[in-house]
């Protein structure tokens, strides 16, 4: 029943890893969001897609990949794992031409050593 | 570039207690103000405003829009230890919103 579902919720690795956090809607919404809170509760957003089109891309380093198959899921890869990467990733949704809230995912927490 | 501006940062009150958290915005294609709680997990949706001066309630929270100051209030009357927690606010310009840092209050017994 899980609107939007993210996995992993915990992630704990290396410097220098590549990881990955996987994103799914079942709301049927068109826009999908990354966002990224840091260590002092500020959510900046990182990437937009609509209908599997990027359409926002903030300044995030190339580390940062995202990947859309379809429009129900928004992955979320990043190389090379730094150590200020260290934060809670949030998925989120919005149906299309909707001014209204973001619906989100319970957040992946990820832990750089 | 789009800004919110969240205060205060932090806020420790008694139960009972009435507060007031405050929101400012500068955005482009400025649509809507939304309002999120944030417990441990993720943000949990309060309020939306689109229009001016029509405050919107739920329970003993409230809120309301100023369009002209570019700002919005969050009240929170008889407060609990239930309420305890990181207030969002964010502006919605063009299906993206933009959040401030949030407020973060605490109840005490």
Known sequence: DTAVSQTPKYLVTQMGNDKSIKCEQNLGHD???????????????MFSYNNKELIINETVPNRFSPKSPDKAHLNLHINSLELGDSAVYFCASIPSGVTGELFFGEGSRLTVL | ??????SPLSLVVHEGDTVTLNCSYEVTNFRSLLWYKQEKKAPTFLFMLTSSGIEKKSGRLSSILDKKELSSILNITATQTGDSAIYLCAANAG???TFGGGTRLMVKP
């Not at chain 1, 826009?31 to 957003?45: A, E, G, P, R, V």
């Not at chain 2, 570039?1 to 969240?6: F, L, N, S």
């Open chain 1, 31 to 45: 826009t999908m969001y990354w966002y990224k809170q840091d260590s002092k509760k500020f959510l900046k957003i």
């Open chain 2, 1 to 6: 570039e789009d800004k919110v501006v969240q």
């Open chain 2, 95 to 97: 299906n993206m919103l």
